[in-house]
């Protein structure tokens, strides 16, 4: 078992910067990687950026690449979003995912999800 919790989310003007993080508790963090997806009104979930469970490889989603950067320190469970140059669409709520590579990349699933966390960006 697996459980994710989202904080850092927050309303920030356009340009500004937020970093979400998602901690996990359950002893099989190590073996998973880690998405961020978002959801805005209205339209469908997508994955933002991800992490493999070593941390060597991320994934980025055209829109974010260059502003978002995914980070992960297992010792402490701890996976983050540093969100940079943050504009008027990226705001939504941002949910943190467990499962493997192909699973958060290709098919936008997860094993495990937390509960999310707002980020609104003013214009």
């Known amino acids: 078992q697996l459980q994710l919790v989202e904080s850092g989310g927050g309303l920030v003007q356009a340009g500004g910067s937020l970093r979400l993080s998602c901690a996990a508790s359950?002893?099989?963090?190590?073996?998973?990687?880690i998405g961020w997806f978002r959801q805005a009104p209205g339209k469908e979930r997508e994955v933002v950026a991800a992490?493999?469970?070593?941390?060597?490889?991320?994934y980025y989603v055209d829109s974010v690449k260059g502003r978002f950067t995914i980070s992960r320190d297992n010792a402490k469970k701890m996976v983050y979003l540093q969100m940079n140059s943050l504009k008027p669409e990226d705001a939504a709520v941002y949910y943190c995912?467990?499962?493997?590579?192909?699973?958060?990349?290709?098919?936008?699933?997860?094993?495990?999800w937390g509960q999310g966390t707002q980020v609104t960006v003013s214009s």
């Open positions: 995912a467990a499962d493997e590579w192909e699973m958060l990349i290709r098919y936008r699933r997860g094993d495990y």
């Open positions: 359950g002893r099989v963090f190590g073996s998973y990687s």
């Open positions: 992490v493999s469970w070593s941390g060597d490889d991320t």
